[in-house]
C-alpha cells in the first residue's frame, strides 16, 4: 500500500482548513482543581499568544478521534482526542487530549510509524505497540471535519502504520491530577471488544456513523500485521506496576485481566 506524499498532505491541509469545523464539542473528563485564572494570568497568555512563536504546536495540524484501552486491562476504554503533526513519510506524533474543548486534558502522546520502520524494531520492543488494522477498517478511528475523500486518503496512510500510546493522566478514572505512573495503550484489534455504546455516543456528539464510515473504507486494502505488535493477545500484557497505589480505586477493575476476557481477532489474521 502506497500512497502520494501530495495526497496526504491535501490530506492533512484539508484538516487545518477545517479545524474549527470538527464537530461536536467534548469537555475534559475531570475538573481542573485549580484557582479560577486571574485577570493577570489572562493578560500573560494572551500576550504569549501574539508574541511567541510556537513552531512545535502549529505542525500539530491533524485532529484524529479514536479509542484506547490499558494494556492488561481491555474493559478500561476511554476515548482519545489526537492532535497530530506529520515529521517525515515514515513518523508522525500525537498529543492526545480527553477532550477537544478548551478545557481538555493533555491525557498522553502517541508515536506512529510505518510498516517499514515497524519492521526495524527489536521483539521486545514491537511488543509495547498495537496496529491500526482494526481501527481504520472498523470505522472507529475518524478525522472530523476532513471530507470523505480526504479522510480516507489520510486512512490508507495511517492503515498500516503502528502506534506506541502512554497515557499520564488518566481522567477516565477521575484521576483530577496527573497522578500514578504512565500506563501503556492499545488499541481495538476485532469486532466486538469497543464498548458500543462508548462508540455510539461519540459518533452522536459528531454528527458521524461509523458503520457508514467502515463501509465507505470497503477499498482500503488490509495489510498484514506483523506479528510482533499487539501482544496483549498473546499475553501476559505488558504493563508498568504502578507503586503509588493510584490504581487501587480504579472503576475499571483489576489492572490485569486475561485478555481473553476481550474477542479475540479471526484467526485468519
Not at 495503550?185 to 461509523?210: E, H, N, P, W, Y
Not at 490504581?247 to 489492572?255: I, L, V
Request: aromatic content about 6%; some cysteine; overall charge negative.
Amino acid at each position: 500500500m502506497r500512497v502520494t506524499t501530495c495526497a496526504v498532505a491535501a490530506a492533512f491541509l484539508a484538516a487545518l482548513l477545517v479545524a474549527g469545523c470538527d464537530g461536536g464539542r467534548s469537555g475534559s473528563n475531570v475538573p481542573s482543581p485549580g484557582e479560577p485564572e486571574s485577570g493577570r494570568t489572562r493578560v500573560l497568555e494572551a500576550g504569549a499568544a501574539v508574541l511567541q512563536d510556537k513552531a512545535p504546536l502549529d505542525a500539530l495540524n491533524a485532529y484524529l478521534d479514536g479509542f484506547h484501552f490499558y494494556s492488561g486491562n481491555p474493559q478500561g476504554q476511554m476515548e482519545a482526542h489526537h492532535y497530530c503533526a506529520v515529521l517525515d513519510e515514515d513518523l508522525i506524533q500525537c498529543a492526545i487530549f480527553d477532550g477537544n474543548g478548551r478545557d481538555a486534558k493533555l491525557m498522553g502522546v502517541e508515536y506512529v510509524v510505518s510498516a517499514k520502520l515497524f519492521a526495524t524494531l527489536p521483539a521486545a520492543e514491537k511488543s509495547l505497540w498495537h496496529s491500526h488494522v482494526h481501527e481504520v477498517k472498523s470505522g472507529q478511528l475518524v478525522a472530523p471535519g476532513l471530507p470523505v475523500v480526504a479522510e480516507n486518503a489520510l486512512m490508507r496512510k495511517l492503515v498500516g502504520t503502528y502506534g506506541k500510546t502512554w497515557h499520564t493522566w488518566h481522567t477516565d478514572r477521575q484521576k483530577t491530577l496527573p497522578v500514578g505512573v504512565p500506563q501503556l495503550m492499545m488499541g481495538f484489534t476485532a469486532d466486538g471488544q469497543a464498548d458500543a455504546a462508548m462508540v455510539a455516543a461519540r459518533d452522536k456528539r459528531l454528527g458521524i456513523d461509523s458503520g457508514e464510515r467502515r463501509a465507505k473504507r470497503g477499498d482500503i486494502p488490509a495489510p498484514p500485521i506483523d506479528p510482533g505488535a499487539d501482544a496483549w493477545q498473546r499475553g501476559p500484557a505488558i504493563q508498568l506496576a504502578d507503586p503509588t497505589g493510584s490504581e487501587r480505586d480504579a472503576p475499571h477493575g483489576a489492572q490485569h485481566p486475561a485478555a481473553a476476557a476481550v474477542p479475540s481477532p479471526p484467526a485468519s489474521r
